[in-house]
């Protein structure tokens, strides 16, 4: 619907869009009879009838638009009467947090039904103008028809009167010429001669008048019809607007009557609901009130119990420190004890460790003696061997064989030597 108000809205910004093409309102002068004029004013007859088709097409096409525009809303009325909505029961259940949405304009009651009225206003407005211009060319029109019958009129008496003159002038003429035997009227006769041909030319002329005229008619009365159509069509749009503007209130005037209503049942609900709030509230306040009596008698209870479990627990904790303490006196000295004990135990552990130590370092003092022993005895062994391998190479008195077992005993002499120096 509002589509079709704003598309209403911008076909009226234009007045040429429902306006009836204008049409040339020249008054037809008698000089208009010539041939070549008629010929215009033919053309100028086909240009207005193609004119009149196009302003009624411009009409119809404003009055299809004004009709969808004005279509009855769907759930108007449901939509007026549901505004007031029930007050939502509050629960002590907490929600989870939803994510706040951008806020959105409620529409303005009856926005939509002003907007239509509106549409219709405009459109009855726009509808008046082409009426007016319908009239003024109707009306230019039908003076111009009126002014034609005069001439054709105005032209069949000159034609009658010209042929009333042409039969008295051949009458005349006939006279004369039957007289002319009897007296010398030959200047009559040539005076009524041209006056008869005289009379011819201008008949003919006349004839032609008659006819130029009766077509000049012909055309004013087919464009006095089409100029009367364009009217009866202007007229008629306007009709249809100005309905359509009437619907339009009478709408706007039930949706109003209904607004009225929803909110006058919504106060009342909400008057209601405010009542059985405070009903609903001062009950609550009285079953708090003896709610706190009971809390405020059992607290006090509370306290007394407190109380007196705090003595009971300070004796306890009392005689318990007692005993703490005696304990703490004996475990005292428990451990002086132990610590005396264990005092004597070390004494006796060290001066054992001292004598182990000592024994330890006779031990080593003495296996260090043995290994130098050994050690000399060794490089004693190792230079006799290696004096002995000398002397049997010099000689060349020993084979091959006692000069490897000789280098096998130096080997193993050497080896016990390093192993003695580790």
Do not use: W
């Amino acid at each position: 619907m509002r589509h079709s108000t704003l598309a209403l809205f911008a076909l009226l910004s234009s007045a040429s869009a429902f306006a009836p093409a204008k049409i040339s309102t020249t008054h037809r002068s008698q000089s208009s009879l010539h041939a070549v004029k008629n010929d215009n004013n033919n053309n100028q007859f086909g240009n207005q009838i193609e004119d009149a088709k196009n302003a009624f097409l411009g009409t119809v096409t404003a009055a299809t638009i004004l009709m969808g525009t004005l279509a009855p809303l769907p759930d108007a009325a449901n939509a007026a009467t549901a505004a007031p909505a029930a007050p939502a029961a509050t629960t002590a259940t907490k929600t989870a947090p939803s994510k706040k949405a951008e806020p959105v304009a409620a529409p303005a009651p009856l926005a939509a039904e002003k907007a239509t009225v509106a549409s219709a206003k405009a459109a009855f407005t726009a509808s008046q103008k082409p009426i007016t211009d319908a009239k003024s060319a109707y009306s230019t029109a039908s003076t111009t028809s009126n002014s034609a019958k005069k001439g054709v009129e105005s032209a069949v008496k000159k034609a009658s009167d010209l042929k009333k003159s042409l039969i008295s002038a051949n009458d005349k003429l006939s006279q004369a010429k039957r007289k002319q035997y009897k007296s010398n009227n030959e200047n009559l006769i040539n005076v009524l001669s041209k006056t008869v041909e005289s009379t011819k030319v201008q008949l003919a002329e006349a004839e032609k008048t008659v006819s130029f005229a009766k077509s000049a008619e012909v055309n004013a009365s087919k464009d006095l019809s089409v100029k009367k159509s364009a009217l009866e069509s202007a007229e008629k749009t306007g009709a249809n607007a100005k309905k359509a503007l009437a619907s339009a209130e009478d709408k706007l005037s039930v949706a109003t009557k209904k607004l009225q209503a929803a909110n006058a049942k919504a106060a009342k609900q909400a008057q209601e609901a405010k009542k059985k709030a405070a009903e609903k509230a001062k009950k609550e306040k009285q079953k708090a009130e003896k709610a706190a009596k009971e809390l405020k008698k059992k607290e006090q209870k509370a306290k007394k119990q407190e109380q007196k479990a705090k003595k009971d627990a300070q004796k306890k904790a009392d005689k318990a420190a007692k005993e703490l303490k005696k304990k703490e006196q004996k475990a005292k000295k428990v451990a002086q004890e132990k610590a005396d004990k264990a005092a004597k135990a070390l004494k006796k552990q060290q001066k054992k460790q001292k004598e182990i130590d000592t024994a330890k370092r006779i031990a080593e003092r003495k296996a260090a003696e043995a290994k130098a022993k050994k050690l000399k005895e060794a490089e004693q062994t190792l230079k006799a061997l290696e004096m002995k391998k000398k002397n049997a190479v010099v000689s060349e008195k020993r084979s091959e064989a006692s000069i490897k077992a000789a280098d096998a005993e130096i080997a193993s002499a050497a080896k016990k030597l390093a192993d003695l120096k580790k």
